[in-house]
């Protein structure tokens, strides 16, 4: 139990003005903690960071939390209370909204007669608390706590509103929480009732099979040759120069990266020593390991490891049995300090300049440049003959497709990790939707209706490739689940869409949607004409002369070509070339996805929430990550 010095808190008074008291840094001297030479350069990096002394103190290693407090009772004369030992009255929490207290990370902690005590880490930024509690009814008084303790006071005086915000964020439509069985009847039974007609009339239900696989296939090659068509075409405009960072005269801003765990005994030690590669500057850097509350294997595996000072963790509270990714980040976002907001996903090796990169190109961007995606990789290709497709798939897409549309202006659909936001423009938009299972999909489709753009920055995370066969199609089934529900949500309106996207945009959607779902579930309409080639019966043939047929081949062949070429393109560096001669085993990829497209044709009928994790740490690392 914390003993109550109610003699300092009668006597306590607003912190003194700037040039009245000792600074933090003479106070720190005085205590001995550091030296004149380290003040000075602290001071210097101050200049260039947008920090509080402090801060960068802690972030240079050279003084602790626990140092910064009692400097901070010595410059202001407020006394140190201890949260966990007193912990604040559920009553006096109510006297404002939990937005209130996260906005300015205070608490109130106890009441004193007439006397409100008010716990605080930042005396600097008091007198706006406290001008702004004038109509409580009592009189403040501050009291000193670290940070940490008064997030986690206010996570657990507001426990089951903010999970229940968590899970509301985005309006509801634009949201796939409506998704009940009810909702989920009518498609059902459209489906049954498409199957019983296809049953009943084979020539109609094979001429609207093909007809839906020939359409998807159409828009998912006009997507793709849209996109490599302008990354070409801007690689032959702009030759890469290497970015100056040195160049960069404006104060770096605070940084909060969110990296979700979920049951991740075999990563997280690796993970802590990855983000300890960072060279941003630690005293901006807010790193969150954002855990759920009944994870005990992450709880256990972190109690092991000695966090750096900018690593903290929040543990997100169950409610409803909804336990995904984006509910998740949801609740940690309100405790977020950063200007910038990024993801990383648990098995991520960013690169070591990555944050510099995204906030040099921050700085540059257009005001409705809200996010900015960067490139994924996998750093253990070399595992097997499914880590390798994986590499390729997954450099295809992200180093010249994804650009190129990038470029065009579309929408670009945000892949789960090493995505950067500016963070009040994701408070606007609501955050991710609870209930999505590729929560970043639908978030890029969500910004882009909003009017604001996202461009690729240059720089790369690696990921560990889903080189088993197994989890790759429970993988792959999620995210192509997540694109079903996606796209459902939006076209609710097609009309709606279509104002707010423009028409570029609007087929666009159309075509990276129907085109990537359609050519899962449509392959094996697809794979029929490859009987003809072998001299088999075509059930198509039912349908379509023969002199189409052919035409239609030469169209599978083309397509399959432009997939090549932009492998080759993808690959072509030289850490990657030795992938080249895979290239040709590519169609041997692909089928397992129809398994994972009809699992999760299933999953939306029956369990669309239903978050299928990925096991991580199941590789090692190779030459590539470097």
């Known amino acids: 139990m914390v003993e109550l010095n109610l003699q300092n808190f009668t006597s306590a008074v607003p912190i003194p003005a700037q040039g009245l008291r000792k600074p933090l840094g003479t106070c720190l001297i005085d205590q001995g903690v550091i030296t004149q030479a380290q003040l000075n350069h602290a001071l210097h990096l101050q200049s260039q960071q947008k920090a509080p002394l402090g801060e960068i103190l802690v972030g240079e290693g050279w003084v602790s939390r626990r140092d910064v407090l009692y400097a901070l009772s010595t410059q202001s004369g407020w006394q140190i209370t201890d949260l966990e030992g007193i912990t604040p009255s559920p009553e006096l929490c109510k006297l404002k909204p939990v937005d209130f207290w996260l906005t300015h990370n205070v608490i109130p902690w106890v009441r004193v007669g007439p006397l409100l005590l008010v716990a605080t880490a930042r005396p600097d930024r008091f007198a706006t608390v406290s001008a702004q509690m004038q109509d409580c009814g009592y009189a403040i008084i501050p ?13 657990r005086q507001f426990s089951k509103p903010l999970a229940q915000a968590a899970e509301t964020r985005v309006d509801e439509s634009q949201s796939c929480r409506t998704w009940t069985p009810r909702s989920r009847a009518g498609p059902a039974v459209a489906l049954i009732g498409l199957i019983a007609l296809f049953t009943t009339i084979p020539k109609v239900g094979l001429t609207i099979l093909l007809l839906a696989a020939l359409s998807t296939l159409i828009l998912f090659v006009a997507l793709r040759l849209s996109g490599v068509m302008a990354f070409v075409s801007h690689l032959s405009r702009c030759p890469s120069v290497p970015p100056d960072f040195a160049a960069e005269a404006l104060r770096q801003p605070c940084v909060s990266i969110m ?9 997280a030690d690796a993970l802590i020593r990855r983000l300890q590669r960072l060279t941003y500057p630690k005293a901006l850097l807010d790193v969150i390991l954002v855990l759920e509350q009944d994870d005990d294997v992450t709880r256990n595996t972190l109690a092991k490891i000695d ?60 005001p409705e440049v809200v996010c900015l995606q960067g490139g994924l990789d996998y750093y253990n290709p ?38 950067f936001f500016r963070r009040d423009k994701l408070l606007e938009l609501g955050g991710w939707d609870a209930h999505n299972v590729t929560e970043d999909a639908d978030l890029g489709v969500r910004l882009s209706r909003a009017g604001y753009r996202t ?53 666009g959607v159309q075509a990276f949607f129907l085109g990537t779902i359609g050519q899962f579930l449509l392959a094996p309409v697809l794979w029929m004409f490859w009987l003809t080639a072998l001299g088999l019966f075509n059930p198509m043939l039912l349908v379509l002369p023969h002199q189409t047929l052919t035409s239609l081949l030469w169209l599978f062949l083309a397509a399959e070509g432009l997939n090549v070429a932009v492998g080759v393109l993808a690959v072509s560096a030289r850490e990657r070339r030795f992938l080249l001669p895979w290239l040709p085993t590519m169609f041997l990829y692909f089928p397992l996805g129809v398994v994972a497209a009809y699992k999760a044709l299933w999953e939306l ?8 994790k990925t096991q991580h740490g199941q590789a090692g690392e190779d030459h590539l990550a470097a």
């Open 259 to 267: 990296v979700p765990l979920y049951k991740e005994r075999e990563i």
């Open 307 to 366: 966090l750096p000072s900018w690593i903290r963790t929040i543990e997100v509270p169950g409610l409803n049995g909804l336990t995904t990714k984006p509910r998740a980040m949801n609740y940690a976002l309100d405790f977020c300090r950063g200007d910038i907001l990024g993801v990383w996903d648990a098995e991520d090796a960013p690169q070591s300049d990555q944050i510099e990169r995204v906030v040099r190109h921050f700085t540059q961007a257009a």
């Open 455 to 507: 461009e690729m920055v240059d720089t790369t995370t690696f990921e560990e490739a889903n080189f088993r066969a197994w989890p790759w199609v429970k993988q792959r089934s999620r995210w192509l689940k997540g694109f079903m529900v996606t796209y459902l949500v939006h076209m609710r309106d097609p009309l709606q869409l279509y104002r707010d996207l423009g028409l570029l945009k609007f087929l």
């Open 605 to 612: 009928a029956v369990k669309p929430f239903f978050w299928d």
């Open 382 to 419: 070399r595992t097997n003959w499914r880590s390798r497709c994986f590499t390729i798939e997954y450099n295809s897409w992200f180093r010249v497709i994804l650009p190129g549309i990038a470029r065009l202006g579309l929408v670009v659909p945000l892949g789960g990790t090493t995505f």
């Open 143 to 155: 009291v000193l706590a670290a940070p940490e303790q008064i997030d986690r006071a206010i996570a």
